[in-house]
């Protein structure tokens, strides 16, 4: 199996953990509702969680492949899916994807460290004369 094969094996694992997560909060809340109704407590209003930002920025680096984007982009399409996320987060957590090695950043540009341009090397254009 090759490695596309695998990221792909290892997204359906993801998106299917996190369907089955969506699907047992719905039931907990049920099953929250329906205990407070039977002890006569009003039931209490759970916090709404905003979505993790970090599994998003990273889906989105992954999603714009070779392109890269740069960090105004990014926070613009968190932002589509996440309208209350916080003013830096998302500058913070490309910094902090850049320094554990899963980003790099070249040329104003995010890229997914699998995707980044490659750095030419001197010895790549062939020698010149100089004189």
């Given amino acids: 199996m090759n490695a596309k ?9 993801l998106a299917r953990i996190r369907s089955e997560i969506e699907r047992l909060r719905a039931q907990e ?10 002890s ?11 979505s993790p930002v970090k599994p ?19 926070d613009d399409m968190v932002r589509e899916k996440v309208p209350t996320v916080a003013k830096d987060s ?13 980003l790099v950043y070249s040329g104003e540009r995010y890229y997914e460290k699998q ?3 490659k750095a ?4 790549e254009q ?3 004369a100089v004189g």
């Fill in 90 to 102: 998302v500058g913070s957590i490309l910094s902090r994807l850049k320094s554990a090695g899963a």
């Fill in 120 to 123: 030419e090397s001197p010895f």
């Fill in 126 to 128: 062939g020698l010149r």
């Fill in 29 to 38: 809340e049920v099953l929250l509702k329906l205990r407070s109704s039977f």
């Fill in 40 to 50: 006569g407590e009003p039931a209490a209003v759970a916090r709404k969680r905003s």
């Fill in 5 to 13: 094969e695998q990221m792909q094996m290892i997204d359906a694992e």
């Fill in 56 to 74: 998003l920025v990273i889906d989105i680096m992954r999603s714009v492949g070779f392109a890269g984007a740069t960090s105004a982009e990014v």
């Fill in 115 to 117: 995707f980044a341009p």
